[in-house]
């Protein structure tokens, strides 16, 4: 039965406790009470256990929270649990993540515990990793029974020269069956032993921790490390504010080597899932230790293998994308976020946590080292730095010795484009292939045209669910709407006044790359965006072939801007650079200015100088102007200062109520309701919060479905939580909440 739901950790519990209160995975912020069952489990009640309960008309698994000497509820209405699944709890440092994360983020912990467990906890698969069958031969030479079973005698001969044994897996791969080994064993002639199937061997931390040796590190580099080398056993966050191209990732592995040393675990954070692959390449080449990937890429067996082997101790280095933050560590040393900047960082939809502001919670509540590291930091994390609350580290030289390339700003205005490029970009990439290099054209826009009109009457493709604009594809031909994924057949001629004259407006990287493979005939094309990439391991293969150093242009989204090394791009060209600039989003402009350095930083960062084209349809624009003559530090600063004038974060706290619904009468409803309470309650309580809107979402109707918005807004973080907080509270209690879809964003990063 439902309980209000508290996140405080429980106090210590009764030896034989009268009811067992059990976070479930459901929308409801609740615990819910159960008898604890006859049988106890062998290591007695604890908080952490899992359990099977029945729930509604399901068995569901879930976490015991709470044992208490007696529900508040009649005993005769309560549930007896169906079985308890563990013999020893989940992992404190998990159980206590898990807590803070739905305390944060106002979500329930049932369901916040469900999303940060591997998927086979929670179907009730035991919490070890995997097992597999070992088969040994008993015996010492080939008995006489075996004279008429060929197939058998030669299995038995195999094991024999294998005194520890071989797996099934093995046995299959030579050729023989699972029936050969069962009479093999009916004979008692062969054992079979399960053991467990680790993802990583334990570390010996007194043999050589390194494959491979370090690099020599240059003198900001050496800095750097000393510094952070100044406290490796208490919190200790810093920024790391390197360029691009600086030499960041070593100063990770020299740093992770040292926490090894020590026999202490290292978790890293990586933003995209095409990272992985490539980082995880490096640290294994560099380390003897054992290393485990945690990624959306992974099947649940091996993503419960990963994480059983970090639960263990076992894996003395773990990386992983966002969800990796979850990862429980027995022995935790430091957790490093490599370009702490990155959007994906934060869930959209959910439980909306920021895997980077996790890290900081964790890191102090270990206190162990934190290093968030990025060439273009997150205005958050830049005020923390310059205020003093982290350590401020910079390196501000390339290997190379090359200075990063300064951005050069091209007029789009009353110019002709071939496929969106100006006269002067199409010089710049003919001389640079002439020259033997490599070209990065950068439009961050899949397909082929963003818009189909008519010249007839002007008529444009809308979006029949959205208010947008279908996008116009080629391969294959279609419309599709990229905020719904809805897709319709082209056109023959105009809806609207039956003319055939139907012109693609604008460039996607569809059409960017047909021009070039006209203008440049001999020249290897490679587009890089969702579309061409959806075939497995199809990335990974591009840029093997782009490694190769060959000549080729490559034409691409941000996918390419997300700290990939490609040594042989000496000229980078952004189609338009104008997408953040005027936003509604007060965020737009740091976004737009981190890609864009970002995007700049895969030029010149091996042997040759870099060179970056911008185009732009507003060249005078100060902020601009600003990031192409002094880069992303004077802009950012900047911005905060913008920033500090009108109490936006990171010198304000913000929490943001999405309400959606098909009927916008509805939608719009509830949220006047919630806001008129809200208000009147922020007088009552005295709280200094300030409650702004409802108002339409920047996009009102996605997926036939109308979004308003409430935003919570304050100086201090704990009165925006304390809003927050009562507004969640209400909103459960109203019953015209449960007919309109409602969440809530605690530190949105977009106000989409």
Same mark, same amino acid.
């Given at each position: 039965?439902?309980?209000?739901?508290s996140?405080?950790?429980a106090?210590?519990?009764?030896?034989a406790?009268?009811a067992?209160?059990?976070?479930?995975?459901s929308?409801?912020?609740?615990?819910?009470d159960?008898?604890?069952?006859r049988?106890?489990?062998?290591?007695?009640?604890?908080p952490g256990l899992?359990?099977?309960?029945?729930?509604?008309r399901?068995d569901?698994v879930?976490?015991?929270i709470?044992l208490?000497?007696?529900s508040t509820?009649?005993?005769e209405? +309560?549930?007896?649990?169906?079985? @308890?699944l563990?013999?020893?709890?989940?992992?404190?440092?998990?159980?206590?993540l898990c807590?803070?994360?739905?305390?944060?983020y106002?979500?329930?912990?049932?369901?916040?515990?469900q999303?940060a467990? $591997?998927?086979?906890l929670r179907?009730?698969?035991?919490?070890?990793g995997r097992?597999f069958?070992?088969?040994?031969?008993?015996?010492?030479?080939?008995p006489?029974?075996?004279?008429n079973?060929?197939?058998?005698?030669?299995?038995?001969a195999?094991?024999?020269q294998?005194?520890h044994g071989?797996?099934?897996q093995?046995i299959?791969a030579h050729g023989y069956?699972?029936?050969q080994l069962?009479a093999?064993?009916?004979?008692g002639?062969?054992?079979s032993?399960e053991?467990?199937r680790?993802?990583?061997?334990?570390?010996?931390t007194?043999?050589n921790?390194?494959?491979?040796?370090?690099?020599a590190?240059?003198?900001?580099?050496?800095a750097a490390?000393?510094?952070?080398?100044?406290?490796?056993?208490?919190?200790h966050?810093?920024?790391?504010e390197g360029?691009?191209?600086?030499?960041?990732?070593?100063?990770y592995?020299?740093?992770?080597?040292?926490?090894?040393?020590?026999g202490k675990?290292?978790?890293v954070?990586?933003p995209?899932i095409?990272?992985? $692959?490539?980082?995880l390449?490096?640290?294994?080449?560099?380390?003897?230790?054992?290393v485990?990937?945690?990624?959306?890429? +992974?099947?649940?067996a091996?993503?419960?293998?990963?994480?059983?082997?970090?639960a263990d101790?076992?894996?003395?280095i773990v990386?992983?994308?966002?969800?990796a933050?979850?990862?429980?560590?027995a022995?935790?040393?430091v957790?490093?976020?490599?370009?702490?900047h990155d959007g994906s960082?934060?869930q959209?939809?959910?439980?909306?946590?920021h895997?980077?502001?996790l890290?900081?919670?964790?890191?102090?509540?270990?206190q162990?080292?934190?290093?968030?590291?990025s060439?273009?930091?997150s205005?958050?994390?830049?005020?923390?730095?310059?205020?003093?609350?982290y350590r401020?580290?910079r390196?501000?030289q390339?290997?190379?010795r090359?200075?990063?390339?300064? +951005?050069?700003l091209?007029?789009?205005?009353?110019?002709?484009?071939?496929?969106?490029l100006?006269?002067?970009?199409?010089?710049a990439?003919?001389?640079?292939?002439?020259?033997?290099k490599?070209? +990065?054209?950068?439009?961050n826009?899949r397909?082929?045209?963003p818009?189909l009109a008519?010249h007839g009457?002007?008529?444009?493709?809308?979006?029949?669910?959205?208010?947008?604009?279908?996008?116009?594809?080629?391969?294959?031909p279609l419309l599709?709407?990229?905020?719904?994924?809805?897709?319709?057949?082209?056109?023959?001629?105009?809806?609207?006044?039956g003319?055939?004259?139907?012109?693609?407006l604008?460039a996607?990287?569809e059409r960017?790359?047909?021009?070039?493979t006209?203008l440049?005939?001999?020249?290897?094309?490679?587009?890089?965006?969702r579309?061409s990439?959806?075939?497995?391991d199809?990335?990974?293969q591009?840029?093997?072939? @782009?490694?190769r150093?060959?000549?080729?242009i490559?034409v691409?989204?941000?996918?390419?801007?997300?700290?990939?090394?490609?040594?042989?791009?000496?000229? @980078?060209?952004v189609?338009n650079?104008?997408g953040g600039?005027?936003?509604?989003?007060?965020r737009a402009?740091?976004?737009?200015?981190?890609l864009?350095e970002?995007v700049?930083?895969?030029?010149?960062?091996?042997?040759?100088p870099?060179?970056?084209?911008v185009?732009?349809?507003?060249?005078?624009?100060p902020?601009?102007?600003?990031?192409?003559?002094?880069?992303?530090?004077?802009?950012?600063?900047n911005?905060l200062?913008?920033?500090?004038?009108?109490?936006l974060? $990171?010198?304000?706290?913000?929490?943001?109520l999405?309400?959606?619904?098909?009927k916008?009468p509805a939608?719009?409803?509830?949220?006047?309701?919630?806001?008129?309470?809200l208000?009147e309650?922020?007088?009552?309580?005295?709280?200094?919060?300030?409650?702004?809107g409802?108002?339409?979402a920047?996009?009102?109707?996605?997926?036939?479905r109308?979004?308003?918005?409430?935003?919570?807004?304050?100086?201090?973080?704990?009165q925006?939580?304390?809003?927050?907080?009562?507004?969640v509270?209400?909103?459960?209690?109203?019953?015209?909440?449960?007919?309109v879809?409602?969440?809530?964003?605690?530190?949105?990063?977009?106000l989409?």
């Open positions: 039965m439902p309980v209000p739901f996140s405080t950790p106090p210590k519990a009764p030896t406790p009268g067992l209160q059990v976070a479930l995975p929308p409801l912020r609740q615990l819910f159960y008898l604890p069952g049988e106890p489990p062998a290591g007695g009640w604890q899992r359990v099977r309960v029945p729930f509604g399901r569901v879930g976490v015991v709470n208490l000497d007696r509820l009649p005993r209405k +309560l549930k007896p649990i169906s079985e @308890v563990d013999e020893a709890p989940l992992p404190e440092d998990w159980q206590w807590h803070f994360t739905a305390r944060y106002q979500h329930g912990l049932g369901d916040t515990m999303l467990m $591997p998927a086979r179907q009730g698969y035991p919490m070890a097992t069958t070992q088969w040994q031969a008993v015996g010492e030479q080939t006489d029974s075996l004279k079973a060929p197939k058998q005698a030669e299995l038995y195999l094991l024999r294998h005194a071989l797996p099934t093995a299959s069956t699972k029936e069962n093999l064993a009916r004979k002639l062969i054992t032993t053991l467990a680790q993802a990583g061997r334990r570390a010996d007194a043999s921790l390194l494959a491979s040796p370090s690099l590190l240059n003198r900001e580099q050496a490390l000393a510094a952070l080398h100044e406290n490796l056993n208490g919190y966050p810093c920024l790391l360029v691009t191209g600086s030499g960041k990732t070593e100063i592995l020299q740093l992770i080597e040292a926490i090894a040393a020590w675990q290292s978790l954070l990586v995209e095409g990272l992985t $692959p490539q980082t390449s490096r640290f294994k080449s560099r380390f003897n230790v054992p485990v990937a945690l990624h959306s890429g +992974l099947n649940d091996e993503r419960m293998d990963a994480w059983e082997a970090a101790g076992r894996a003395l990386i992983g994308t966002r969800s933050i979850f990862t429980p560590l022995k935790p040393g957790i490093i976020v490599d370009e702490e960082y934060k959209h939809d959910g439980l909306r946590y895997a980077r502001d890290a900081v919670a964790r890191a102090h509540h270990h162990i080292p934190l290093l968030l590291g060439a273009t930091p205005l958050e994390s830049l005020q923390r730095a310059l205020a003093g609350d401020h580290l390196l501000t390339r290997p190379s090359h200075p990063p390339a300064k +951005l050069e091209l007029d789009l205005r009353h110019q002709r484009r071939q496929g969106g100006l006269p002067g970009a199409l010089k990439i003919t001389s640079t292939l002439a020259a033997g490599q070209v +990065l054209v950068f439009i826009r397909g082929f045209a818009r008519c009457c002007g008529w444009m493709a809308d979006c029949h669910q959205c208010d947008a604009r279908m996008t116009l594809h080629r391969q294959p599709a709407c990229h905020h719904c994924d809805s897709r319709r057949a082209l056109p023959d001629a105009c809806p609207e006044c003319s055939g004259d139907l012109r693609a604008g996607g990287t960017t790359e047909e021009t070039l006209g440049f005939p001999d020249t290897t094309i490679h587009r890089i965006d579309d990439t959806r075939r497995k199809s990335f990974d591009v840029l093997k072939e @782009v490694h150093g060959e000549p080729c490559l691409g989204t941000q996918m390419l801007a997300k700290g990939h090394h490609l040594p042989h791009v000496t000229l @980078v060209v189609i650079a104008d600039l005027y936003s509604a989003d007060f402009l740091e976004h737009s200015a981190q864009l970002q700049a930083g895969r030029a010149g960062r091996a042997a040759h870099g060179r970056v084209l185009q732009t349809l507003h060249p005078d624009d902020h601009l102007g600003q990031l192409a003559e002094h880069g992303y530090g004077a802009l950012a600063r911005l200062e913008e920033r500090r004038l009108a109490k974060p $990171p010198f304000g706290f913000m929490a943001l999405r309400f959606e619904s098909p916008e939608a719009l409803s509830l949220a006047q309701d919630a806001a008129q309470a208000r309650w922020l007088k009552v309580a005295n709280v200094q919060a300030r409650c702004l409802p108002v339409p920047p996009m009102e109707r996605r997926q036939n109308y979004h308003v918005h409430v935003l919570i807004a304050a100086d201090k973080r704990s925006r939580h304390a809003a927050a907080n009562y507004l509270q209400w909103l459960d209690a109203h019953r015209e909440a449960r007919s879809r409602w969440s809530i964003d605690i530190d949105p990063q977009t989409a």
